[in-house]
């Protein structure tokens, strides 16, 4: 972020509640704003990962260690699972009409190894303003569907990997490599 601030005013509740935010008093938040981008995708990404853990079971994704006593390193076959349950779960939610997951490297049985990915989003909510921010090159982007998988890939032990975002007439593409 270019100008990010360090003390701001953040609103906390759709009533209005706000609270005075003073970075030098939290060391979860980067001092430096060139890390801020990063560290907003990490927490985006977080926090719609947590509320699709809450969806019924059989929606949800799962993620292991968060069972107490079981280890979080998820082979290709469950990673590539659980990341159709999450576009499913953003289907199911109305944030698009559709969602594909392919399979372009790896994805082994059994193995854990190195995987590349191709999701597609087809026609997501927020299409019209992620073309505009792509467009304007900002480092702060609304990649839902990316931030969501990355931070699944995170709390499953396959952190690590990385994503590009492209459109496509109406899709949005993730590539993403474990």
Excluded: C
């Amino acid at each position: 972020m270019r100008h990010g601030k360090m003390v701001f005013v953040e609103l906390i509740s759709a009533e209005g509640e706000k609270q005075v935010v003073r970075r030098a008093d939290d060391p979860s938040l980067p001092q430096d704003n060139a890390l801020l981008p990063a560290e907003h995708a990490r927490r985006v990404g977080q926090r719609i990962l947590d509320k699709f853990l809450e969806a019924p079971e059989v929606y949800a994704p799962t993620v292991r260690g968060r069972e107490k006593g079981k280890e979080g390193h998820a082979g290709d076959e469950e990673v590539l699972e659980n990341v159709k349950r999450i576009m499913d779960l953003f289907t199911a939610k109305q944030y698009n009409q559709g969602g594909e997951v392919r399979v372009l490297e790896g994805g082994k049985e059994g193995r854990r190894g190195i995987m590349k990915l191709q999701i597609s989003s087809r026609a997501p909510a927020n299409l019209w303003s992620l073309q505009s921010l792509l467009f304007r090159k900002e480092p702060l982007l609304n990649d839902f569907e990316g931030k969501a998988v990355a931070a699944y890939l995170r709390a499953s032990g396959r952190e690590g990997g990385s994503y590009g975002v492209e459109v496509q007439g109406t899709d949005v593409i993730y590539t993403i490599s474990i």
